[in-house]
């Protein structure tokens, strides 16, 4: 089946600019994250979705980032006012659950978003 | 705080030459623990979840294994199509937020 798909695979944008980066998760994952991955670092944890509420947004940055799920399945992280610190990749991943014990835990990234702020 | 380190940042193997790469933890009640492989410009793939301390798992020349505090990923007679970063994250028991290594770099040459 198809997987986690993200757009656009590449956005380049002015300091200052506002961007959105949407991610279409496995049909029928009720669990939704997005990370940000620096060159040679491991991804880091900005959001998790249950359903459409935010159940942990704890890695968000600061208050120019912000991320819908407003129907439970498609979600957008948006970014204000970005700053050339912004760059990097936006990986979006999805799982089944959210449950240990149910099985399905396990998340599925997508390709991501390479974001760069000139 | 969650910390998860990977050793070795790079790894170069000959075609066939076995080896481990370490995924240390300090997690409060770990829930998981998880591998992935990531290739240049693509997102992490799932390898293997791994619940408790002593627990094993397979998958054609990888064997990923746990213990209270570490996890291994043994790579057996690798091929140059098992070139790639592999990174692990930790799961805490409250939470689902993964929190990754940086990962190890893995060149196997024919």
């Known amino acids: 089946g198809a997987g986690v798909s993200q757009t656009p695979s590449n956005k380049v944008t002015e300091k200052g600019k506002y961007v959105e980066l949407r991610c279409d998760p496995i049909s029928g994952h009720t669990a939704l994250y997005w990370y940000r991955q620096s060159l040679g670092q491991g991804p880091e944890f900005l959001i998790y979705?249950?359903?459409?509420?935010?159940?942990?947004d704890s890695g968000l940055p600061n208050d120019r980032f912000f991320a819908v799920r407003p129907e439970g399945s498609v979600s957008t992280l948006k970014i204000q006012r970005t700053e050339r610190g912004d760059s990097a990749v936006y990986l979006c991943?999805?799982?089944?659950?959210?449950?240990?014990?149910?099985?399905?835990?396990?998340?599925?990234f997508g390709p991501g978003t390479r974001l760069t702020v000139t | 705080e969650d910390q998860v380190t990977q050793s070795p940042e790079a790894l170069r193997l000959q075609e066939g030459e076995s080896s481990s790469l370490n995924c240390s933890y300090t997690?409060?009640?770990?829930?998981?623990l998880f591998w992935y492989r990531q290739d240049p410009g693509k997102g992490p793939e799932f390898l293997f979840t791994?619940?408790?301390a002593g627990e094993e798992k397979e998958k054609e020349r990888l064997k990923a294994t746990l213990t209270k505090k570490e996890s291994f990923l043994h790579i057996t007679a690798p091929k140059p199509e098992d070139s790639a970063t592999y990174l692990c994250?930790?799961?805490?028991?409250?939470?689902?937020?993964?929190?990754f290594g940086g990962g190890t770099r893995v060149l196997v040459k024919p």
């Open positions: 791994l619940y408790s």
């Open positions: 979705f249950q359903g459409t509420g935010a159940a942990d």
């Open positions: 991943a999805s799982s089944l659950t959210a449950t240990r014990g149910l099985g399905g835990d396990e998340q599925y």
């Open positions: 994250a930790a799961c805490r028991a409250a939470g689902n937020k993964l929190t």
């Open positions: 997690v409060s009640g770990l829930r998981g």
